[in-house]
C-alpha cells in the first residue's frame, strides 16, 4: 500500500489523524504564503498580481483548512493581521480570476491577449467591468479592449456602473451579496438573459462616455474638455435628467472658448417609443437635447421626436460599436438661460 494510501487509511481511524488525501496533495504552505503575502497587500502596483496568484493558491490547494472551517474565515483573519480590509483582498482575487477567464476564452478563440504577468490594469478598473457585463463575457471583452488601449477611462466605467445600476434596478434586478465584502452584485438567476437584451444600454453608454460621436459638430479643434455625468440633479433634485454632457472646445475663429451642457435620454425599449414623449430636463437648464437609441430603432424614433424639431438624434450602430449624429440638436432661444445652476451642479460633482 503507497503512502497516499496509508496516510487516508489513517484518517478514518477514528478521527486519530487530521490527514486526508488533499492534505497530501498540498504543494504549499499555510505559513510561507502569509509571510509572502504580508509585505505586499497594501501596494497600490503591479504586485496586485502576486497576491492573486497566492491568494488563488490557497483557495485552490485549501491550505486555509488545516486551521480554518473556510477560505473566507481564513481570509477575514488574515486581513486582521495585517490590518488590510477583506474587501481589498477579494478585490484582488477577484480582478485576477475574472482576467483570468478572459484570457482563457481568448486563448479558445486563438485571439490576441495580454499575460496577467504582463498586465498593467488597476485591479478596480477590472472588477469594475465584471460587474458592469455580468452575464455578458462578449461585452466584457470589449471592454476590458477598450480599457487596455486608453480609449475607456476609469471615469466612464465609474458611469457606465452608476447607470447600469440604475438601468437594472428598473427592471426589478436584485442585489444578492456574494460575500459581506461585494454590496454590489446582482444574482446570476436574476440576471440570465438580461444583458444580452438590454446590452444596448450599456452599448450607448459607453459610446457616450467618449466624445467621437461629436466630431462632426465642430471644426478646428485643438483641445477638448468632456464629462458624461448619469443621474444628474438640478436644484437640489427638482430637476433630474438621466444623462448630462458638459463639454467645452477651443477653435481657431473668434468664438474663443465655448462651453455646452447637454440633455441626453436613452431608449432601448421600444414600448417606451408608445408612451408620450417625456424630457425631464428643462429647457432653460441645458444648451442642447438628444435622444440616443439603437441604429434599427431609427423610425420610431423619429416619430417619437415630431414636434420636437430642437431635440437632436443620436444613433447607436451595434455592428460598429460607435454612436453617431442623424439628427443636429438645436440651441432654441429659451435654452440655457438658467444654465447657472446646472454649472454649480457640475462643479458639486465634480469636487
Known sequence: MNKAMNLAENASHKGRYNVSLSDYKK????????????????????????????L???????LYSVSYKSYTAWLTDFA??????????????KAGTFYESYVDDRKYQNKPYIPIEQLDMDPEVIVMIEKITSGNLAEAHKMINRSLSGETKRSDLKTLWESEKKERAAKGIPIQRVNTHDKDTFTDFAYAGYASKNATNIDITSALCNEKWMYSLYTHQETRKYRLFTEFSIIKGRIETDYVIAENYTTKSQLGNLFHLHSVKIICDRDEFYKKPDFKAYPEYMDFYWLAVPSEYKDDAQDYLKGFDNIGLILYDEERGFAFIEKNAKNATDFGIKRDATMDSVVYYLI
Open 80 to 93: 486582521a493581521r495585517t490590518n488590510v480590509t477583506v474587501s481589498l483582498l477579494w478585490k484582488k482575487k
Open 56 to 62: 488563488d493558491i490557497v483557495e485552490e490547494e485549501q
Open 27 to 54: 504543494k504549499h504552505d499555510l505559513e510561507e504564503i502569509e509571510k509572502k503575502l504580508a509585505p505586499i497587500v497594501k501596494k497600490k502596483d503591479k504586485s496586485w498580481i502576486e497576491v492573486y496568484r497566492l
